[in-house]
Antibody, heavy 115, light 112 residues
């Protein structure tokens, strides 16, 4: 069965970077886009972008240009999102979700930015 | 960006009653292929969102027939029949008609 297993919670300092992962199993990793979604505490959902692991193509929400970088490692069927120059506004739960239609979601990774 | 505006529910909703959630988009979600790209999700407390319907009205695999999506253009509705305790949570609509994909702010369903 399809599973998306995300990495654990991160506590990081302002100004630093963090890389979170989403390990896929149960399907052909290179055949489906992987999307990333942000959810701040008590808030709604915000679409960050997607990566197509088959060729590395990406599409970003312009709001996250320069903030998020999406990559994928075909050998380990793992998608990654790096967040840079972190501020308190980046404290959130980040989800990966597979296309089409977001039927499959990871469990979420909590990123807390604090000194 | 397309703005998604969701309506509120008259919480709490009595168990066994029906509930309808509205979602309005600032632009038509009909694509040139004729499909209307509107998704509905339920997020239960502490869980990841769960896809309920896509293309406005196509129910996702395993989703109860009590959930039905409808609408066209810019106005959409998710109807939940015979509300049960497990339906409690926050419901989100999402447009995937154009980039950036955007979500509504969410509609909370509480049960009596």
């Amino acid at each position: 069965q399809v599973q998306l297993q995300q990495s654990g919670a991160e506590l990081v300092k302002p100004g630093s970077s963090v890389k979170i992962s989403c390990k896929a199993s149960g399907y052909t990793f290179t055949s489906y886009d992987m999307h990333w979604i942000k959810q701040q505490p008590g808030n709604g959902l915000e679409w960050i972008g997607w990566i197509y692991p088959g060729n590395g193509n990406t599409k970003y929400n312009q709001k996250f240009n320069g903030k998020a970088t999406l990559t994928a490692d075909k050998s380990s069927s793992t998608a990654y999102m790096q967040l840079s120059s972190l501020t308190s506004e980046d404290s959130a739960v980040y989800f990966c979700a597979r296309s089409p239609n977001y039927y499959y979601w990871g469990q979420g990774t909590l990123v807390t930015v604090s000194s | 960006d397309i703005v998604m505006t969701q309506g509120a529910l008259p919480n709490p909703v009595p168990s066994g009653e029906s509930a309808s959630i509205t979602c309005r988009s600032s632009k038509s979600l009909v694509y040139k292929d004729g499909k209307t790209y509107l998704n509905w999700f339920l997020q239960r407390p502490g869980q990841s969102p769960q896809l309920l319907t896509y293309w406005t009205s196509t129910r996702a695999s395993g989703v109860s027939e009590r959930f039905s999506g409808s609408g066209s253009g810019t106005y959409f509705t998710l109807k939940i029949s015979r509300v049960r305790a497990e339906d409690a949570g926050v419901y989100y609509c999402q447009q995937v008609r154009e980039y950036p994909y955007t979500f509504g702010a969410g509609t909370k369903l509480e049960l009596k």
